[in-house]
């Protein structure tokens, strides 16, 4: 039986494109075993019919805060009461405006002045307007006061733009909702995840790198948090919005990720190692910038060590994942490096056109002692979780054993 069977989620969706995956999200939450009552802007329903939700929840869709049938008893302030969780999916801009402002000036914003409850948000929107200071200092004051962010991820949007403001997958979703009640399966654990690239510097302006954007690692924060554990990320340099709820460190080069790797480990339950770290750096990295005087330059490298290996072997090891980019024979690459480096599990990709490095899909293979899974090919977003619930499986089994 799921933990959100028989638990009382109030689904609010504002008016943006995203408002179709709020379908899948109502249909995940019902297949829990969770009560939905699904709440809407007049605005919403121009993205999706009510009659969806009524569908797949089998309540009425609320949507008009002057309601004759419901309001002769109050009926707003009974479904403030009623909710155990509020969950805005998508939220947009002017909600977030909106309810930062303390504003009351529908049946939803009503309802999240009015309850108690816990609110939930996944914000959905524009690049730009996810950027903006104003959208910033709004998610600021929101999350002061207890609001929770799911998202958002950062991709292709549907004006074309690319960059953070899409709205987290329902999965993605659905694991925080989880973990904001308390029911997260790493709740009380502490994870460090290393993401991204590193870059080792030449010189002043020129460096030696690799084309990791570090999506994959940011979706894995997120979905660690929404499972409730404690994520110290330690991020090379990437464009990407800190997760909510991750304790961000900042580094460029493998040395420096290294430092902060060995700095966060005391007390750490899970190590992931998903960044792409470059396996050399030059000897030295010259003071001043290289002039290009010759037709040739000669660029002596040295290996740079070897951070997963290195926690992996230490006495009182924490549970270890790997990472494995490979262009060709992918699980005998994979097995190999699990073996050498005496890992618990390590999750494989294809790196290729289609996949990989740069991309918002992927998919992996995942290998550990005695047994392997295929995870297809889907949203970074929609892996992290399917990985992060593998992570806490075998975690659990080790520990238990």
């Not at 329903?45 to 004759?68: H, Y």
């Not at 396996?279 to 290009?292: L, Q, T």
Request: aromatic share 4%; net charge negative; proline share 4%.
């Amino acid at each position: 039986m799921s933990a959100l069977n028989a638990r009382q989620v109030l689904l609010g969706i504002t008016a943006g494109i995203a408002a179709y995956k709020a379908a899948e999200l109502a249909r995940l939450l019902v297949k829990a075993g969770a009560r939905v009552q699904v709440v809407m802007t007049r605005a919403a329903s121009e993205f999706i019919a009510p009659m969806t939700f009524q569908a797949i929840t089998g309540r009425a869709v609320r949507e008009a805060l002057f309601d004759a049938q419901h309001e002769a008893a109050m009926g707003h302030i009974e479904l403030a009461r009623w909710a155990d969780i509020i969950v805005v999916a998508p939220a947009t801009a002017d909600f977030i405006a909106s309810t930062a402002a303390g504003r009351a000036h529908d049946l939803l914003s009503t309802l999240c002045l009015a309850s108690e409850a816990p609110l939930l948000i996944a914000p959905a929107m524009n690049q730009a307007m996810w950027r903006h200071p104003a959208t910033a200092s709004n998610v600021e004051r929101l999350q002061a006061r207890g609001v929770t962010l799911a998202g958002p991820d950062a991709g292709e949007q549907a004006c074309g733009d690319t960059g953070p403001g899409r709205m987290s997958e329902p999965v993605a979703i659905l694991a925080a909702i989880e973990a904001r009640l308390g029911i997260g399966r790493l709740g009380g654990r502490r994870v460090v995840l290393t993401a991204g690239p590193t870059r080792e510097a030449i010189d002043p302006v020129r460096f030696v790198g690799n084309r990791s954007s570090g999506k994959m690692g940011f979706a894995l924060a997120q979905a660690l948090v929404a499972q409730g554990a404690e994520v110290v990320m330690v991020s090379g340099p990437v464009s990407l919005p800190t997760p909510a709820g991750v304790e961000r460190v900042d580094v460029e080069s493998a040395l420096q990720m290294r430092d902060a790797v060995h700095d966060a480990l005391p007390g750490t339950d899970v190590f992931i190692a998903c960044a792409a770290v470059a396996d050399f750096r030059p000897i030295e990295a010259v003071s001043r910038k290289i002039k290009k005087s010759e037709e040739t330059m000669r660029l002596e490298l040295v290996r740079n060590p070897d951070i997963l290996a290195e926690v992996a072997a230490l006495e009182d090891r924490p549970f270890c994942v790997g990472f494995a980019a490979e262009t060709h024979d992918v699980e005998a690459y994979a097995e190999a490096k699990r073996r050498s480096k005496g890992l618990d599990m390590i999750a494989a990709n294809q790196v290729s056109a289609e996949q990989g490095f740069e991309k918002d899909d992927n998919a992996l293979l995942v290998l550990w002692d005695g047994g392997q899974t295929r995870l297809p090919m889907q949203t970074k977003s929609q892996l992290a979780v399917r990985l992060v619930d593998m992570i806490a499986d075998r975690f659990d089994a080790q520990t238990s054993a």
